[in-house]
């Protein structure tokens, strides 16, 4: 049976297992999570389970939503999660999911938003090197070099430039979950995840 929870980004820090090794491991607050919805394929094209938390002020929420939630609770953010068809039948309305179906060695992936940096120059948006300092270049430490090709006059699609960088979905794989507290719903997550701190994340296992 799939697992899934939604959780919110708190800090990096160093874990030490009961070996005494130092591991770096995130901290996500995964407080428990409703089921809103059940999507079947016969009636929505897809097999899906819809999960809200958090708390929002009800004049906040959109009527739509509001009649969607209906007596369930006013909820901060609601996310899909893929399931296959055989387990539907475990899912029903109103379901809580907490952080006590995760077990120490579980492996997960992390979904989130990572942090946006703004327009920034090709040294720190792909690693370029830079031009070199010699033979009379003065400024040209961090300049792209050549952009287009001899002949052709214009610069081809996929050419990395300086440009936005981050605020993009990133998944990140095979992630170690190292421990799991059910008092204070907190996951100990071996790695780094994406986003800032408060960032909320997909957590799939």
């Given amino acids: 049976m799939k697992k899934f929870i939604l959780g919110e980004k708190i800090q990096m ?18 407080t428990p999570v409703t089921v809103t919805q059940v999507k079947s394929v016969i009636t929505d ?27 369930l609770g006013n909820f901060r953010y609601s996310k899909e ?15 809580i999911l907490s952080v006590e179906q995760f077990t120490e060695g579980d492996t997960v992936r ?23 300092r010699t033979h009379g270049q003065k400024h040209s430490e961090r300049e792209p070099g050549s952009i287009g090709a001899g002949g052709m006059q214009r610069v081809m699609k996929g050419m990395r430039m300086a440009g936005r960088m981050g605020s993009e979905r990133i998944t990140v794989r095979n992630l170690q979950i190292i421990a799991v507290d059910p008092k204070t719903n907190i996951l100990v997550i071996k790695g780094a995840l994406p986003g800032k701190r408060g960032t909320l994340l997909e957590i799939t296992a």
């Fill in 13 to 30: 820090t160093q874990y030490f297992d009961t070996n005494g090794i130092a591991h770096a491991v995130t901290l996500v607050s995964a």
């Fill in 45 to 71: 094209g897809y097999d899906a389970v819809q999960v809200s938390g958090g708390v929002r002020k009800e004049q906040n929420i959109a009527k739509p939503q509001r009649g969607h939630f209906g007596d």
């Fill in 81 to 95: 999660f893929l399931i296959n068809t055989d387990d539907l039948s475990n899912y029903v309305r109103g379901n």
């Fill in 110 to 132: 992390v979904s989130g938003i990572s942090k946006g940096k703004g327009f920034q120059g090709v040294v720190k948006r792909h690693g370029f090197h830079g031009g070199r």
